[in-house]
């Protein structure tokens, strides 16, 4: 079998770094790079390179180019008085994209996981604490996935925050266009405890 020039082995073990991207996917990537040229190669290199500069937004915990994010600098939205507490920052883009909240963000960072070492400490919720106290936020929404490690999130949420701030989590259940019979229990089971009368 034919030996392959360390530089091609080094490229592939890279990218199966990627989510979703296994050894042969990520061989076919790097054979269709090697007849870029080489200023394509660069700035492709330039582009993943300049993502250790890249900042967070002192407030919320998303990606910004500088202190703030553009949703923390957005006036209207400070003055809501809404908070949404995220995992990440997919979540937060998800959110974004459905164009329906309008308040400020919150990224956790993860969620409360014993096993893994991560606490409260680590998720940093004392400050988030401090933070809807200074300023003044009335409502959480708590968009954590639902998992055990979800559910344990929210409820030691809910335990630290003064009791004046009203606490909701975002519904789960059955997706638009989905079919009862082929959903999980837990699907099922999430669904019936977020009904809503009709």
Partial sequence: MIQLPEVIKNAVEALTRLPGVGEKTAFRMVMNMT??????????GSALAA?????????????ADEQLCNICLNESRQTVGTLCVVENASDLLAIEKSGTFKGVYHILGGVLNPLLGVGPDELKMDELREKI?????QEIILAINPS???????S?????LPQT?????????????????????????KALENRKRF
Avoid at 35 to 44: C, D, M, R, T
Avoid at 133 to 137: D, L, Y
Avoid at 148 to 154: N, P, Q, R, S
Wanted: charged share 20%.
């Fill in 51 to 63: 993502l250790q500069h890249l900042k967070l937004c002192q407030e919320c915990g998303m990606f």
């Fill in 133 to 137: 106290i200074k300023k003044e936020i």
């Fill in 156 to 160: 030691y949420l809910k335990s630290i």
């Fill in 165 to 189: 701030v009203q606490v909701d989590r975002i519904g789960f259940g059955v997706p638009i266009g989905g079919s009862l019979e082929y959903l999980d229990p837990m699907t099922i089971t």
């Fill in 35 to 44: 007849s870029w040229k080489s200023y394509e190669l660069i700035s492709v």
């Fill in 148 to 154: 055990v490690e979800g559910d344990a999130t929210c």
